[in-house]
């Protein structure tokens, strides 16, 4: 059985990371920090965004800012042919 997400960096995705600042509902004048951490595709994003989508209509917290990080884990740099044999003893 193949790892989901070996899969998906196979496709292109990278592993996206969102700082997501919002105001609490109770506290309206206090921010809130929650973190949130997909695979997803840059620079279009769509997992990301089909989320805060999901929070603008289920989470009556309000944004205040997102900060997006992203990474590709596999790519041209780490694949490489090894041209021999090393013994082990």
Do not use: C, N
Not at 5 to 15: K, M
Not at 43 to 48: A, E, K, Q, R, T
Not at 79 to 89: C, E, F, K, S, T
């Amino acid at each position: 059985m193949t790892d989901r997400a070996f899969v998906a960096q196979l496709e292109g995705y990278g592993v996206t990371t969102a700082e997501i600042h919002y105001y609490r509902p109770d506290a309206p004048s206090l921010l809130q920090l929650f973190v949130w951490q997909e695979y997803d595709l840059a620079p279009d994003f769509p997992v990301l965004f089909d989320f805060l989508d999901h929070w603008q209509r289920e989470i009556k917290a309000a944004l205040h800012s997102v900060r997006i990080a992203h990474d590709k884990l596999i790519g041209p740099r780490e694949w490489r042919a090894v041209d021999g044999i090393i013994p082990l003893q």
